[in-house]
């Protein structure tokens, strides 16, 4: 046996990535998200996901891409370029697994989310531009953003800042910015939006394809609209004109869908100015003021200039209407700080959508997240652990009755729009399987199950006590919690083994 766990401390380790940190890959910034890890989150009020048609089209995402980007003829083609150190204009690239391809209509009355495709793309990545968590969100549909159904996929975020602002519960979006757990105040500064229109032909480029407005494998199109919004909390206090509605920032821009064919892999992509001398370059056209109007020239320097012109009123004529905490940190913020491209950071929530429209106007399946989350892990430690478990133990103990019985088992009616981050497995009951699920002791790499990569990391383990089981990270080793990695626990993890793939 301990020639074997000798041997086996030669399998090297993998641990899960779900703190959202970046990697820097020459002048990007490269978000990596886990692949093929999506799985389907329904938000209406079924009990079970029989009925559910989303497998084959589940949205998957593989990595966010942000930098500085050079085009080679702005006014001709934004996307043939190169990534740099500075410039005038930034690009985003979203990588998902498979064809993937524009979103049609969710409109209830209009509903067509297959229009261009059997594999439509819905949802947000929101952008924290000024690094500071208190400006910026989203006071009128905050129920459809990151930190209102991140919980669904198992766990809460390991990020500080955002910890206490996740929903942890269906109920906890109140459209009001002012009460905890501020799901609302989220950080972001501008949106990349899907949410699913008809686009007239006109507003398609056939960059590859065969025009039949189906988008197809190998094809690359790029799509004019308002994809690119100005984070929706700010408009109650912004001079920002000419939107459909006062203080809306929401400019005209072109996403390119691009998949390709030899690593099957589709990319959305979007190119924008963060100054007005990108905008200029664009339209090949004199540089204009930033004159808060984005049907003109556009850019992200002048959004942020706005916001600093609105605080400063702010500051003069207080306010006690909701969202005027979104806005108050720009006064005496320089708009330029939010230009550092290298310095943003994301969130995501993507997805796909139901094959019907629903009664109740519930329009999406959410299928990924970006940061990810540990599963099991409901206090946002970073692992899930005993704590974890001891914490979905409680919440069967507290709401045990709710449903009439005393089964050790609870209930959630209509689970999926009334969710629980105590349900883990998203199964709509919160009973001893999310308790086992949480009680993730020896799998040490967060995959989900216990094997001989988890076996390896024991053996590096044993033999050490509390003194150091901490600064080596050897805590889901100590089954017995008694302080020591010892043959007690040993004989606890060859229990548990059940290899890749779940018991």
């Known amino acids: 046996m301990t020639a074997l766990l000798v041997a086996l401390c030669a399998v090297p380790m993998v641990r899960a990535q779900v703190s959202g940190d970046p990697v820097v890959i020459g002048p990007r910034t490269v978000?990596?998200?886990?692949?093929?890890?999506?799985?389907?989150?329904?938000?209406?009020?079924?009990?079970?996901?029989?009925?559910?048609d989303v497998p084959y089209r589940l949205v998957d995402l593989l990595n966010i891409a942000v930098g500085y980007w050079d085009p080679d003829a702005p006014a001709l083609d934004l996307f043939a370029g190169r990534f740099v150190n500075a410039g005038a204009f930034f690009r985003l690239d979203l990588r998902f697994r498979g064809v993937v391809n524009p979103p049609g209509s969710v409109d209830p009355f209009s509903f067509a989310p297959f229009r261009y495709g059997p594999r439509p793309v819905f949802g947000f990545v929101e952008i924290d531009m000024d690094?500071?968590?208190?400006?910026?969100?989203?006071?009128?549909?905050?129920?459809?953003?990151?930190?209102?159904?991140?919980?669904?996929?198992?766990?809460?975020?390991?990020?500080?800042?955002?910890?206490?602002?996740?929903?942890?519960?269906?109920?906890?979006?109140?459209?009001?910015?002012g009460t905890p757990p501020f799901v609302e105040r989220s950080g972001e500064e501008f949106h990349l939006a899907f949410l699913g229109a008809e686009f007239p032909p006109q507003n398609v480029h056939f960059v590859v394809g065969d025009n039949d407005l189906h988008f197809e494998v190998g094809e690359t199109w790029d799509i004019t609209g308002t994809f690119?919004?100005?984070?929706?909390?700010?408009?109650?206090?912004?001079?920002?004109?000419?939107?459909?509605?006062?203080?809306?920032y929401m400019p005209r821009c072109t996403v390119r869908f691009d998949h390709n064919v030899q690593?099957?892999?589709?990319?959305v992509s979007l190119v924008f100015p963060l100054t007005n001398l990108g905008a200029a370059m664009m339209r090949n056209r004199p540089v204009e003021a930033n004159d808060q109007d984005p049907t003109n020239q556009a850019s992200v320097l002048e959004a942020l200039e706005d916001l600093t012109l609105s605080a400063k009123l702010l500051n003069q004529f207080p306010s006690d209407e909701p969202g005027a905490q979104m806005l108050s940190n720009w006064f005496d913020r320089d708009a330029r700080r939010g230009l550092n491209v290298a310095a943003w950071r994301m969130t995501a929530l993507l997805g796909t959508s139901y094959s019907l429209p629903d009664a109740n106007a519930v329009r999406f399946v959410w299928t990924d997240v970006f940061p990810n989350v540990v599963r099991g892990d409901v206090d946002g430690s970073g692992r899930a652990d005993l704590a974890d478990a001891?914490?979905?133990?409680?919440?069967?103990?507290?709401?045990?009755?709710?449903?009439?019985?005393?089964?050790?088992?609870?209930?959630?009616?209509?689970?999926?729009?009334?969710?629980?981050?105590?349900?883990?497995n998203y199964d709509g009951f919160v009973d001893l399987e999310d308790i086992r699920l949480a009680d993730r002791r020896g799998d040490d790499d967060d995959d989900g199950?216990?094997?001989?990569?988890?076996?390896?990391?024991?053996?590096?383990?044993?033999?050490?006590?509390?003194?150091?089981?901490?600064?080596?990270?050897?805590?889901?080793?100590?089954?017995t919690g008694d302080g020591l990695v010892d043959l007690e626990d040993l004989n606890e993890l060859r229990g548990r083994l059940h290899g890749p793939g779940g018991p």
């Open 31 to 52: 978000f990596a998200d886990p692949p093929t890890d999506a799985v389907a989150r329904r938000t209406d009020a079924s009990a079970s996901d029989s009925d559910l």
């Open 131 to 177: 690094e500071d968590i208190d400006t910026g969100g989203e006071m009128d549909a905050p129920q459809y953003r990151y930190l209102a159904n991140v919980a669904r996929f198992g766990g809460n975020v390991t990020l500080p800042g955002m910890r206490p602002r996740v929903a942890l519960a269906g109920t906890a979006a109140d459209d009001d910015p």
């Open 449 to 479: 199950d216990i094997d001989l990569r988890d076996l390896a990391r024991f053996q590096m383990c044993f033999g050490r006590d509390d003194a150091d089981n901490a600064a080596q990270g050897c805590q889901r080793m100590d089954f």
């Open 390 to 424: 001891t914490r979905v133990a409680a919440f069967i103990a507290e709401s045990d009755d709710n449903d009439g019985l005393f089964d050790g088992r609870v209930r959630i009616p209509g689970f999926a729009a009334n969710f629980s981050v105590a349900d883990v």
């Open 228 to 248: 690119f919004h100005r984070a929706h909390g700010y408009e109650p206090f912004s001079f920002a004109e000419g939107g459909s509605v006062p203080g809306e």
């Open 263 to 267: 690593e099957n892999v589709t990319r």
